[in-house]
C-alpha cells in the first residue's frame, strides 16, 4: 500500500471553508437583526453600480469555486482511499477525473456521464447564490431623528411686522415679516391658480427656494423642509407632525351687504380720467374700513376692493373677508359683487410627508389641538395689508387672482353661483395657508424661534442579498462542509489515501510504468478479440473496463498494476 497523502493537501481547504461559513452566518444575522451599510457606502452603490457589480461577480465567483473545490477534494480524497483498497476500472478513474476538474467528458459511460453533468450543474449554482447573497442592495430604513419645528414663543417679529426687522434676502429665499410687501407676487400667484382644474388642490410651490412643491394644501404647515433639515443625511422621505390652524372659510352671496364703493368727489379725480372710490361700511362682525388706505381706483376692467376684518383677537372668534365692485364700472369683476366669506380658525395638528426624492410634500389634518398663541390676528392684517397696496390704474391684481381661479372651478364645473363660491373660497385659503407659512419661516430663519421636534425617516440604506439567498448558500454552506468533514472523519483523515494522485498526469504516467506491461498487454489482447488495435481513442470501451489496482513494483515503488483477477484471465487468455 502507497503512503497516505500530504497533510496539506488534505487540509489546505480547511481556511476557505471557515471564510465562507463565517461569511454565511453573518449575512443571516444582518438580515435577522436589520443590519445596514453605511450612508456613504450607499452613495458609493448608487454613483458606481458598474464597479461594484464587478467586485460582486469577482468574490461570488471564489467564494463558490471554494464549496466547489471542497467537494471534489473530498471526491479525489475519498476516491484515492478505495482505489488504494480495492480493484477499479479505468473509467471511473477517468470519472474522478473529469470531476476534480469540473469538465465534461463525453468519452464515459452513460451512467458516469449523467453523474459527470450533475455535479457540472451543481458547480454553478454556489457562485450564483453567492452573488445574490452578497449584492448589496439599496433599501429604506426607518428611524427617528430630531427636526427643528418653527415655535412661536417670541412674538417680537410679528408684531414688528418688518418696520425694524429687515426681511433677509439669502439663496434658499425670502423670510420676512412684512409678506404682504415681500411675497405679495408670490402669494397672489399661488392665489390665482389655488383650485385644479381637473378637481382637488393644485400643486404649489412653497414660498422659499428650495424647490418643494405641495401635493396638498399646506395649511401653513411644512416650514421646515428644506430650510432646517439638512442634517437629515441620505432622507429618502420623512413624516412629521406639526401644529397649525385648520383654516376654512365659508362664502356666500349678501344682497344686504353693507360693504361697498363710494365715489370720492371730484378733487380726487386724477389727470386720467379715472375715478376713484373709498371703500365704506362695515362687515357682519361689525368690523370695517375706513380712511384713504381703503382707496380704490377705476381701472380699464373696472374696480373692486377687498377687506378683511375680526372683532376679537382669539382664534375662535369670527373673521370676515367682503368684496365689494363699483356699479357700473365693468363686467369682470361682477362676480365679486357682494360675496363675503367667514373664516374660521381652528388649532390643528397635521401630518406633514416630505418625499425628498421627488421634492414633493403633502399635509393632512390629523386631529384638533391646542395653541398658546393666537396667530390669526397676523394673518388677518397680512390681508388687508395686501389690500391696501392693491390700488392700480391699469388693474387690480387681487380681484384678477379671484377671477383666474373661479375660471379654474369653472373648467370642471361649468359657470354658476356654485363654482364662484368655490374659487374665490379656494383662493382665500391658499393666501392664508401661505401667509401662515411665510410667518412660520420667517420665524425659523430670522428670529431662530424653534421647538425640537421628531421625524420619522426613511433614509437610504444598504442591505446585502435578499433572505432567500442567503438562507440557500448557508444551506449549501453547511451540506458541503458536512460531507467533508463526515469523509473526513470516515476515513479517518483519509489515512489510507495514495499518494498517486489520478488527477496529476505525471503520477499516473509514472505509477503505470512501474507496473510494468500487464495493461498494455491486457488492452492488446482486448483489442485482437475484436480483431482491432488499441488506438489511443478516449471513448474506448473495452480499454475502459480494464480493472486495475494500486501496488508496489518489485523495487518497492507505488504502481498502477493489473487487478490479479484480470492478470489471471490474460494468462489463460
Not at 437583526?33 to 450607499?42: E, G, V
Not at 452578497?134 to 427643528?148: F, G, M, Y
Amino acid at each position: 500500500m502507497a503512503d497516505s497523502a500530504s497533510t496539506w493537501e488534505k487540509y489546505l481547504i480547511i481556511p476557505g471553508l471557515v471564510l465562507d461559513t463565517i461569511l454565511a452566518f453573518t449575512l443571516l444575522g444582518a438580515k435577522v437583526n436589520h443590519w445596514t451599510a453605511s450612508s456613504k457606502f450607499a452613495e458609493v452603490v448608487e454613483k458606481d453600480r458598474t464597479t461594484i457589480g464587478i467586485v460582486i461577480q469577482i468574490v461570488s465567483h471564489i467564494l463558490g469555486m471554494i464549496l466547489v473545490t471542497a467537494l471534489c477534494i473530498t471526491i479525489n480524497l475519498s476516491s484515492r482511499v478505495h482505489f488504494a483498497r480495492r480493484p477499479f476500472s479505468l473509467d471511473s478513474a477517468k470519472f474522478v477525473n473529469a470531476v476534480y476538474g469540473v469538465r465534461f467528458d463525453w468519452a464515459l459511460p452513460w451512467p458516469y456521464l449523467v453523474a459527470l453533468m450533475l455535479f457540472i450543474v451543481f458547480s454553478l449554482f454556489p457562485g450564483a447564490l453567492w452573488a445574490g447573497a452578497i449584492t448589496p442592495v439599496l433599501a429604506a430604513k426607518d428611524s427617528t431623528k430630531p427636526l427643528a419645528l418653527p415655535s412661536f414663543s417670541n412674538l417680537t417679529g410679528l408684531n414688528d411686522g418688518g418696520a425694524n426687522i429687515p426681511a433677509q434676502h439669502t439663496a434658499q429665499g425670502i423670510f420676512t415679516y412684512d409678506p404682504a410687501s415681500d411675497l405679495w407676487g408670490l402669494i397672489l400667484d399661488a392665489a390665482k391658480d389655488a383650485s385644479d382644474r381637473n378637481g382637488g388642490t393644485s400643486n404649489h410651490a412653497k414660498l422659499d427656494r428650495t424647490g418643494y412643491i405641495y401635493t396638498t394644501r399646506s395649511y401653513g404647515a411644512g416650514a421646515s423642509v428644506g430650510l432646517v433639515d439638512n442634517l437629515l443625511d441620505q432622507v429618502t422621505s420623512y413624516m412629521y407632525n406639526e401644529t397649525g390652524y385648520l383654516t376654512e372659510a365659508l362664502c356666500v352671496y349678501n344682497a344686504t351687504s353693507e360693504f361697498g364703493l363710494e365715489e370720492v368727489p371730484t378733487p380726487f379725480v386724477n389727470d386720467f380720467g379715472d375715478t376713484f372710490y373709498l371703500a365704506r361700511g362695515s362687515l357682519p362682525n361689525g368690523a370695517g374700513p375706513f380712511g384713504l388706505g381703503d382707496l380704490v381706483v377705476n381701472g380699464p376692467h373696472g374696480a373692486v376692493a377687498m377687506f378683511a376684518g375680526s372683532n376679537a383677537s382669539d382664534a375662535s372668534s369670527s373673521h370676515y373677508v367682503a368684496f365689494a365692485e363699483a356699479n357700473d364700472t365693468g363686467e369682470l369683476y361682477s362676480t365679486l359683487a357682494n360675496m363675503q366669506c367667514e373664516v374660521t380658525f381652528e388649532p390643528f395638528d397635521f401630518s406633514v410627508t416630505v418625499n425628498v426624492t421627488n421634492h414633493s410634500i403633502s399635509v393632512l389634518p390629523w386631529g384638533p389641538a391646542i395653541l398658546s398663541t393666537n396667530l390669526s390676528t397676523f394673518s388677518y392684517q397680512t390681508i388687508k395689508a395686501i389690500n391696501d397696496l392693491e390700488p392700480s390704474v391699469w388693474t387690480h391684481a387681487i380681484g384678477d387672482a379671484f377671477i383666474n381661479n373661479i375660471a379654474n372651478v369653472e373648467a370642471l364645473s361649468g359657470p354658476s353661483n356654485a363654482s364662484n363660491l368655490q374659487g374665490v373660497s379656494e383662493s382665500l385659503l391658499s393666501m392664508l395657508d401661505n401667509i401662515d407659512e411665510a410667518y412660520a419661516a420667517a420665524q425659523l430663519m430670522i428670529l431662530h424661534d424653534t421647538n425640537l421636534g421628531s421625524a420619522n425617516v426613511k433614509s437610504v440604506a444598504v442591505v446585502f442579498g435578499s433572505p432567500g439567498y442567503i438562507y440557500s448558500i448557508l444551506i449549501v454552506d453547511i451540506a458541503v462542509c458536512a460531507i467533508y468533514f463526515i469523509e473526513c472523519f470516515r476515513t479517518r483523515r483519509w489515512l489510507h489515501a495514495s499518494k498517486l494522485n489520478f488527477i496529476d498526469i505525471k503520477s499516473v504516467v509514472v505509477g503505470a510504468s512501474m507496473g510494468g506491461h500487464a495493461i498494455a498487454n491486457k488492452a492488446k489482447s482486448l483489442h485482437s478479440r475484436r480483431a482491432s488495435a488499441w488506438q489511443a481513442a478516449d471513448d474506448d470501451r473495452l480499454v475502459g473496463q480494464i480493472r486495475v489496482r494500486l501496488g508496489k513494483s518489485y523495487e518497492g515503488e507505488v504502481a498502477v498494476i493489473l487487478d490479479e483477477q484480470e492478470e489471471y484471465l490474460l494468462r489463460h487468455a
